[in-house]
């Protein structure tokens, strides 16, 4: 049933399909790539996967083949005749919805795993969203995405380093990110300008008495003036200098510096006031 799926392309060819610039939208043909990027999160039979902008399903059918249940959210309804015929190949397995993946409720029970070949212009502000609020852990039980090889970089970024910044103490600070695997530009139709990277995160405990949004704060007012000095960027943040005082941070340093461990133990103080 299932090996006889036709080649990817002239899945795309029959439909008339052609990758949206204006949806962020790049098409991955290569279905050992795609097969390796569905194995990412592990042994995926009879797990819940909710997958974001499938496009013609490409990644779709690798999870499908790995056995998992999936639930795909795509606006853009060219790629919808593609998707349904993509069910009838594997009854009772996938559940397309269209819609924004922002603000569409994927309506899945119990953990799931994310697996996206995400759209480029939607990627990290869908990143901060999984990663935000007060909850945890999460409904979601791994996150496989592809973004932009520097947005990778800065997710998994450590502390002193360029691309060290928010996103990267949002990643970690109560999660493992990796970069799972790189993916050269070539491997795209058409092919993006840049670099892409897999990057696989997964929910650790959360540190205790720290309020997220306590820790957004810091870590906005810090890396939003991240050239000057943490005794200028962090002033208009109440009890912050008091916090950088009582840990002994040198209020000279900035804020790419410093460690998630140690804007966690500032938000931790804060918290506490």
């Known amino acids: ?62 999870l499908l083949r790995g056995g998992a249940q999936v639930t795909a959210i795509e606006m853009d309804r060219r790629c919808l005749p593609a998707l349904a015929e993509l069910g009838e190949a594997f009854p009772g397995r996938l559940r397309a919805i269209e819609g924004d993946a922002t603000k569409v409720d994927h309506g899945i029970d119990g953990p799931y795993h994310v697996v996206a070949n995400l759209p480029y212009n939607v990627g990290t502000a869908l990143l901060v969203g999984w ?22 970089q800065r997710i998994v970024a450590e502390a002193g380093s360029n691309a060290y910044g928010r996103l990267a103490v949002l990643a970690q600070w109560r999660a493992a990110a990796k970069i799972a695997m790189k993916v050269h530009r070539s491997a795209f139709t058409p092919p993006p300008k840049v670099m892409s990277a897999v990057v696989h995160i997964t929910p650790s405990k959360m540190p205790e008495g720290v309020s997220a949004r306590i820790l957004e704060r810091v870590t906005e007012a810090a890396f939003g003036q991240r050239r ?28 790419e510096t410093l460690s998630v461990a140690e804007f966690v133990a500032i938000a931790r103080i804060l918290a506490a006031v």
Do not use: C, Y
Not at 5 to 10: E, F, H, M, N, Q
Not at 131 to 152: C, I, K
């Open 228 to 255: 000057k000095m943490l005794r200028q960027s962090l002033k208009g943040l109440p009890g912050a200098l008091d916090a950088l005082a009582a840990l002994g941070i040198d209020p000279q340093r900035r804020a």
């Open 131 to 152: 990663l935000s609020g007060q909850d945890w852990p999460p409904r979601w039980a791994s996150l496989t995405l592809m973004f932009q090889l520097e947005v990778a």
């Open 1 to 62: 049933m299932n090996s006889d799926l036709p080649p990817l392309r002239d899945v795309i060819a029959r439909h008339g399909l052609t990758a949206s610039k204006a949806l962020g939208q790049n098409f991955l043909f290569d279905e050992h790539l795609l097969d390796r990027i569905a194995a990412i999160p592990g042994k995926l039979d009879g797990a819940q996967v909710l997958e974001i902008g499938p496009g013609p399903g490409g990644l779709t059918r690798a």
